[in-house]
DNA sequence: AGACTAAGTTTCACATAATGGAACCAAACG
DNA sequence: CGTTTGGTTCCATTATGTGAAACTTAGTCT
């Protein structure tokens, strides 16, 4: 994770203070961001105080720290409320967890990336990667792998130049050309496995969520770990799954343009 | 909510930018945004470029629209992580939500507002307007009033000029003066109480989570309905609350700077 | 077709706002 | 009581952002 955004102007800059403060992952001081070396002493403190003042950052003066502020989990909540699929979903995902009683993702794509919008605990809840509002890889995960298959060719080609392609486990599909032909095979079949792909022990099934004119725009998962089940039982749930992202697809067109409150 | 952050910089109008495609809760047109007047066409255009360009906003070029992007999501899902509370009070609120039943809010203050960190819902769940990631008032809820009754005098000052004040239920507290007499009452009792003052039928018993300094570093709390429960029995479970509260804030205190992976 | 309109994009002379080296201040240290 | 470390302010220089206006599509009407 190497220089970021860095590009476009003062507003780059600023936001990518705000990825260093992020990726510390913790309360900072001044000097720790000082000594990454990316900005001199006055320009850094000039952002830090911009963004503190916006509400993006908060300083604690107790201990001369700043952390990320409130405003961005306010204008997340807005993001979550705002891309449509979430709120539709919803209920589809509360009857799908109900019926299967495991894991539960919903996800959707951006930039090659995997963004998980929202989730339901198994019954008995395993500890695992994906959480609602985190990012992960999409070329070895179910809900990446079944977005990826029906991709545009070129938004393909884009997305995978943004594969890191880590080989986290045996199981791991590292090339683009593993991972194409498995994405043909994905759209033969109608939906992704991940056969312990991203982490050992958990598998899931895998369906897209297709808009009428076939692009992905969304995927849903169905995960559990090899200790509880198959993954040859868990296809047998993909019937259902698909039953369930087409109803969610369906209500999303036909969600369009909804009136402002 | 009216005119934002304009004022400090080039930053402070990029992020008001975000802010206006937030406010509107969906995808929005170019000129939508324009004909709010902020900004000049050639100024919002540039903004939204880069925001775009930035991952903060993302296009959807079929229909012309923006909204908001993944990297405000992953910013958003690290402020949760790092906001210390969160993750340390996971398995307390688990715990508190399993032998209740009933529905439980952590909640963090911010700038006069209260901020709902996390959440669990009650056995039976009850539609309400609290969410994980949502702001809402101080004035009128368990949470908030808990932790205005144990800030320091300026800070408490500065907090209810921020309040709005408005009369959700017959039974809301509506002047400061009214306020203040309840948070004396809170001090002394050490616990707060909503007796339906911002939703009806809703009421909870909040209590505050200190830190060593006796600093209110965030609030939690047991929610019904008057359907299910009276205030009296909420009441009673004041105790096990306020055990927990300890717990979550010794750990918290105990955490201050945990070193980096 | 061709004239008209609305929505979005690009240009460019101009002024404002960002830049960062250096000076300054305040604690903590020895 | 000099010295270092961590943080804040100054200010001349210049890069950057600014926004009216010109331009390009893509629709719509006649």
């Known amino acids: 994770m190497g220089a970021e955004g860095h590009g476009d102007g003062t507003v780059g800059k600023a936001l990518d203070v705000l990825d260093m403060v992020a990726g510390l992952g913790r309360a900072v001081r001044f000097s720790e961001l000082l000594a990454q070396g990316v900005y001199p002493k006055a320009t850094l403190y000039r952002f830090l105080q911009t963004l503190t003042h916006q509400g993006m950052l908060s300083y604690d003066p107790d201990r001369g720290t700043y952390s990320l502020g409130v405003r961005l989990v306010r204008l997340a909540h807005a993001a979550w409320a705002q891309s449509s699929l979430a709120p539709i979903a919803r209920p589809y995902l509360d009857e799908l967890a109900a019926e299967t ?74 090339t683009p050309e593993a991972l194409k032909a498995e994405l043909a ?31 992905a725009i969304g995927a849903l998962s169905v995960t559990s770990t090899t200790a509880n089940t198959t993954l040859t039982a868990l296809e047998a749930k993909a019937g259902r799954v698909k039953d369930i992202a087409a109803k969610i697809a369906a209500e999303a067109e036909s969600w369009r343009f909804p009136e402002q409150g």
Chains 1, 2 share one sequence.
């Open 101 to 174: 009683g495991e894991t539960i993702h919903l996800a959707q794509m951006d930039l090659g990336q995997v963004l998980y919008v929202d989730k339901r605990n198994a019954t008995r809840p395993v500890e695992m990667f994906a959480q609602a509002g985190k990012v992960g890889p999409a070329y070895c995960t179910g809900v990446g792998k079944a977005m990826l298959a029906y991709l545009p060719d070129e938004a393909l080609a884009r997305a995978l130049e943004r594969q890191s392609f880590h080989r986290h486990t045996p199981q791991t599909l590292y």
């Open 185 to 215: 095979a994905i759209r033969t079949r109608g939906h992704a496995l991940d056969r312990e792909e991203h982490e050992l022990g958990i598998i899931c099934c895998a369906v897209p969520i297709l808009s009428r004119s076939g692009r």
